[in-house]
């Protein structure tokens, strides 16, 4: 079953999420749409040919219907310029991102009175949705506001994207819990390793563990099934979904 860009058929006490590749995802719950990190062009092949996508594009950027719009931090694979651009909805969307992130938002034409700035530690209520800033561990210099999210639907239905991070032990002390964690496993330019996140699950303690951040560069990629099994090993209890494109989970 494909995700459609429509609200699905959601009883009032489940949730749904369906992957865009990298570390995006659509997430929706109780009437309201969630896109975070979408990364729908090719704007790091542009400028680092090494780096084209290794996946085409799932849906364009101007089929996305969101009402909440989160951007973890500013690399181009997290905050794409070029799918802002296209992105038909920026009157009406309200757009999260932390301190320097909102700036970037703020100079691709996105509606001042429609930024929410969320750092670490602070929760707010938007649209009545609760979204908490996760401490990370910034992967490079440039991206010091890193920032994952906790979000927490009216009906209970809980996701933590850890957005890009390196491993540390406050990490660790800092994780929130959620039932579903969607956690980078690629182990390359300073995001966890998939021991690593095996870690970082284990001390969210979800119902849910779907890996990301493995799929859309060549030299930047891992192997999903690594960690399923290592989950399996060392948190049996904590299932895996390895998502593919467009295809909704549902809990």
């Given at each position: 079953m494909?995700?459609?860009?429509?609200?699905?058929?959601?009883?009032?006490?489940?949730?749904?999420?369906?992957?865009?590749?990298?570390?995006?995802?659509?997430?929706?719950?109780?009437?309201?749409t969630?896109?975070?990190?979408?990364?729908?062009?090719?704007?790091?092949?542009?400028?680092?040919?090494?780096?084209?996508?290794?996946?085409?594009?799932?849906?364009?950027?101007?089929?996305?219907?969101?009402?909440?719009?989160?951007?973890?931090?500013?690399?181009?694979?997290?905050?794409?310029?070029?799918?802002?651009?296209?992105?038909?909805?920026?009157?009406?969307?309200?757009?999260?991102?932390?301190?320097?992130?909102?700036?970037?938002?703020?100079?691709?034409?996105?509606?001042?009175?429609?930024?929410?700035?969320?750092?670490?530690?602070?929760?707010?209520?938007?649209?009545?949705?609760?979204i908490?800033?996760?401490?990370?561990?910034?992967?490079?210099?440039?991206?010091?506001?890193?920032?994952?999210?906790?979000i927490?639907?009216?009906?209970?239905?809980?996701?933590?994207?850890?957005?890009?991070?390196?491993?540390?032990?406050?990490?660790?002390?800092?994780?929130?819990?959620?039932?579903?964690?969607?956690?980078?496993?690629?182990?390359?330019?300073?995001?966890?390793?998939?021991?690593?996140?095996?870690?970082l699950?284990?001390?969210?303690?979800?119902?849910?563990?779907?890996?990301?951040?493995?799929?859309?560069?060549?030299?930047?990629?891992a192997?999903?099934?690594?960690?399923?099994?290592?989950?399996?090993?060392?948190?049996?209890?904590?299932?895996?979904?390895?998502?593919?494109?467009?295809?909704?989970?549902?809990?």
């Amino acid at each position: 079953m494909r995700f459609s860009v429509a609200q699905p058929g959601l009883a009032p006490n489940q949730a749904a999420i369906c992957f865009l590749g990298q570390a995006g995802y659509i997430i929706r719950s109780c009437g309201r749409t969630i896109v975070i990190d979408p990364y729908l062009s090719d704007s790091v092949g542009k400028i680092a040919p090494k780096f084209s996508r290794a996946v085409p594009v799932p849906v364009s950027p101007a089929k996305l219907r969101a009402d909440i719009f989160i951007v973890t931090h500013d690399h181009l694979d997290h905050l794409d310029p070029d799918t802002i651009a296209a992105y038909r909805r920026k009157k009406t969307t309200v757009f999260i991102a932390p301190r320097l992130a909102a700036r970037k938002l703020a100079a691709l034409a996105i509606p001042e009175k429609n930024i929410r700035r969320i750092d670490t530690g602070e929760t707010a209520r938007v649209l009545g949705v609760s979204i908490t800033g996760v401490y990370a561990v910034p992967t490079s210099p440039d991206v010091l506001d890193t920032t994952g999210y906790r979000i927490e639907f009216p009906n209970g239905r809980s996701v933590y994207h850890t957005s890009d991070t390196a491993f540390s032990e406050l990490l660790i002390k800092a994780a929130p819990h959620a039932e579903v964690l969607l956690t980078c496993i690629n182990g390359k330019w300073g995001n966890l390793t998939i021991p690593q996140a095996v870690r970082l699950a284990a001390a969210v303690s979800p119902r849910f563990a779907i890996p990301n951040h493995y799929d859309m560069m060549k030299l930047n990629s891992a192997d999903p099934k690594k960690f399923s099994a290592l989950m399996a090993k060392r948190c049996p209890s904590i299932a895996v979904p390895i998502l593919r494109l467009l295809e909704p989970f549902v809990w």
